[in-house]
């Protein structure tokens, strides 16, 4: 297992009490957990307090990937930590997102995965998160 991480940053129009919101309810998950322009989200579930699961499948080229996890850490409006289980990571992947005030209602964003199985996984991954991350900024910008 690779101890390999990413780390993607992004500023949010958003206040971290919004932002942090939008990672727990599932309807605004189908909103912007899609990496690719043409891809939605079919299923999203989320049992949103530590221990809680989720569950997020995201369709692309017609083709459902499952992606599920456990809430790890819930700190409202400031962390979230969770683990990260899809067809494309490890045993042990955990994501960190962490919010910040930014000024004028904003959220300054950083999201780090860690363990990949290869720098390949790795960098999808920061693809695949920082379209996410975008969409995440578009859905209030």
Known sequence: MSEL???VKKTIPATPETVFNAWLDPSMLKQFMVTCEGDNVPKAESDSR??????IVMESGGKEIP?????LV???HSRLV???ESPHSVDGSTVTVDLAP???GATDLTLTQVKFAS??????????WTAILDALAGTFG
């Open 5 to 7: 991480s990413l780390t």
């Open 50 to 55: 530590e221990g809680g699961h989720f569950l």
């Open 67 to 71: 992606h599920s996890g456990t809430y």
């Open 74 to 76: 819930v700190k409202p």
């Open 82 to 84: 969770f683990t990260w």
């Open 102 to 104: 930014s000024g004028d």
């Open 119 to 128: 720098e390949g996984a790795r960098d999808g991954h920061i693809k695949g």
